[in-house]
T-cell receptor, first 117, second 109 residues
Framework: GAVVSQHPSRVICKSGTSVKIECRSL??????MFWYRQFPKQSLMLMAT?????????EQGVEKDKFLINHASLTLSTLTVTSAHPEDSSFYIC?????????????FGEGSRLTVL | GQNIDQPTEMTATEGAIVQINCTYQ??????LFWYQQHAGEAPTFLSY??LDGLEEKGRFSSFLSRSKGYSYLLLKELQMKDSASYLC??????????WGAGTKLIIKP
């Protein structure tokens, strides 16, 4: 299947700093990528839809100035958590949809566990 | 509103069969997905149904009834490695996925 790679897998930072997470589609071009966060024992929560060459579409309640998304190429989307606080500690996962024309199956990155001290 | 319901937790015995149910309500419908997620890892795709009926893939099968807004994931010959959360997700008319909270499946020897 298609491969989506996410980096870093784990990051620990101090409160007030910014953290960038990268999501790459390794063997296909992804015009759309999705960013989720997941708290322990909870389901995925869609944060935003990242569209190549245009602004991301944020879900209600997600601060676009805090969670900056850049989708500069067809294989790379980045999520920057700005001025991170302990409550931002979470598991962040990206996914991309293979433009297969039928199911549009999602492939997920490995996830990035952010811990803000 | 849009909603996905699935049981929070289920327990089954190694070698047995388990069925995880999912009911959904969405604005339009473009298919039902099942994903497996092990603790601390990202989800992996298991199945996709858009037509009524049963889709079989090895030990895993998935069923869909569009008229009832109902799906189930059937796992046969359970193995310890099947202990994971199973996420049901329905795709709405805008091709957005609506996620269930997941069913944690515990396999006992």
């Amino acid at each position: 299947g298609a491969v989506v790679s996410q980096h870093p897998s784990r990051v620990i930072c101090k409160s007030g700093t910014s953290v960038k997470i990268e999501c790459r589609s390794l063997d296909f071009q992804a015009t759309t990528m999705f960013w989720y966060r997941q708290f322990p024992k909870q389901s995925l929560m869609l944060m935003a839809t990242s569209n190549e060459g245009s602004k991301a579409t944020y879900e209600q309640g997600v601060e676009k100035d805090k969670f900056l998304i850049n989708h500069a190429s067809l294989t790379l989307s980045t999520l920057t958590v700005t001025s991170a606080h302990p409550e931002d500690s979470s598991f962040y996962i990206c996914s991309a949809r293979v433009p297969s024309g039928d199911t549009g199956e999602l492939f997920f990155g490995e996830g990035s566990r952010l811990t803000v001290l | 509103g849009q909603n996905i319901d699935q049981p929070t937790e289920m327990t089954a015995t190694e070698g047995a069969i388990v069925q995880i149910n999912c009911t959904y309500q969405t604005s339009g419908f473009n298919g039902l997905f099942w994903y497996q997620q092990h603790a601390g890892e990202a989800p992996t795709f298991l199945s996709y149904n858009v037509l009524d009926g049963l889709e079989e893939k090895g030990r895993f099968s998935s069923f869909l009834s569009r008229s009832k807004g109902y799906s189930y994931l059937l796992l046969k010959e359970l193995q310890m490695k099947d202990s994971a959360s199973y996420l049901c997700a329905a795709m709405d008319s805008n091709y957005q996925l609506i996620w269930g909270a997941g069913t944690k499946l515990i396999i006992k020897p």
